[in-house]
Nanobody, 121 residues
Framework: QVQLVESGGGLVQPGGSLRLSCAASGSISRIYRMGWYRQAPGKQRELVAVITSGSNPNYVDSVKGRFTISRDNAKNTVYLQMASLKPEDTAVYYC???????????????WGQGTQVTVSS
């Protein structure tokens, strides 16, 4: 019913930039918060950034000042602009959104398939 499709990952040198996008589609009635998580090899998945339906952002301390989350409600899309990338930012990045569908009034979390970000020289 609902799909989250990410794009924009890849290989970048330390200090470089990337922009991730995640578009939600399907039988969507309302999207609440949207966010990005990441999971590095051998580590637990962690929250990177989240943005409310009113576009209020929050970030994990390790990316503050370097990453910017934004959303386009008309396009049901969330973005993560990443700058000054470091090798420790290397991970699979997952999009997450809390969505209410036209067939269910109870919102639930949906996940994208993940996109690899590799920061290496």
């Amino acid at each position: 019913q609902v799909q989250l499709v990410e794009s924009g990952g890849g290989l970048v040198q330390p200090g470089g930039s990337l922009r991730l996008s995640c578009a939600a589609s399907g039988s969507i009635s309302r999207i609440y918060r949207m966010g990005w998580y990441r999971q590095a090899p051998g580590k637990q998945r962690e929250l990177v950034a989240v943005i409310t339906s009113g576009s209020n952002p929050n970030y994990v301390d390790s990316v503050k000042g370097r990453f910017t989350i934004s959303r386009d409600n008309a396009k049901n899309t969330v973005y993560l602009q990443m700058a000054s990338l470091k090798p420790e930012d290397t991970a699979v990045y997952y999009c997450n959104a809390r969505i209410e569908t036209v067939t269910s009034l109870t919102p639930r979390d949906y996940w994208g398939q993940g996109t690899q970000v590799t920061v290496s020289s």
